[in-house]
């Protein structure tokens, strides 16, 4: 059986949809647009009768289907990822404007299309299984990757902080020299000032001692 219905939505607007079966799938596909909790990201599976509709919702654009319960999860999930990446390289921001069933006459043929793939074709099992287990190798290894990445961020900082603490300390030391000899400069200044001070001082006592400039009486 497999899956039996499908269908592209933005919000509760149907873009494109195809079934592959006379049920009443369109009119419960519709009423679950509307019921779907908030506007994140989700995966969810709602179940009525021997049918179960997977949904699933990124970015805005929400693809359901229908299928039988004996199909799983794994098949009509990954029937739902095909089916949103074709959407959105088919018609990349024009989803956002789009009006109701505005890309139904084109892309229902690619519901139907992979419809019977998902649904017939035992390959589609081994290359979703596949595609499972890469995703997961790839999973683990960007979170590898994000963790070197931010270990290779963090070393960085620390060596840069390192660095401009080094930095710091050398022209500390630069600065306290030069504090050190302009302090000497002006100590040394002072004392040749106190010193030709204390020599006039001296010089104009012996002169008025001696009688003159020329300290005439002493000599």
């Not at 519709?30 to 699933?56: A, C």
């Not at 961020?153 to 630069?174: C, H, P, S, W, Y």
Request: hydrophobic share 45%; proline share 2%; with cysteine.
């Amino acid at each position: 059986m497999g899956v039996l219905y499908a269908l592209v939505a933005r919000g509760t607007v149907v873009l494109a949809e195809f079934t592959g079966t006379t049920t009443n799938a369109s009119t419960i596909a519709k009423q679950i647009l509307e019921k779907i909790p908030g506007n994140n990201d989700t995966h969810v599976s709602y179940s009525q009768d021997r049918y179960i509709f997977h949904v699933k919702r990124t970015d805005g654009l929400t693809v359901l289907c229908m299928a039988d319960d004996t199909a799983g999860r794994r098949i009509p999930f990954a029937f739902l990822e095909e089916i949103h990446q074709r959407f959105v390289r088919t018609y990349g921001r024009a989803v956002l404007s789009a009006q109701a069933y505005g890309m139904n006459d084109e892309f229902s043929r690619v519901l139907s299309q992979q419809m019977e793939y998902y649904s017939n074709d035992p390959n589609a099992d081994r290359i979703n299984r596949l595609k499972g287990e890469m995703s997961q190798v790839r999973n683990v290894m960007i979170e590898n990757i994000d963790k070197v990445l931010d270990r290779g961020d963090r070393l960085e900082l620390l060596v840069d902080k390192a660095a401009n603490m080094q930095g710091n300390t050398i022209r500390f030391r630069k600065q306290a020299r030069r504090f050190r000899s302009t302090v000497w400069w002006k100590n040394v200044k002072l004392m040749i000032a106190l010193i030709v001070i204390l020599l006039v001082i001296v010089y104009a006592v012996m002169a008025f001692v001696c009688h003159g400039p020329a300290l005439p009486s002493c000599f």
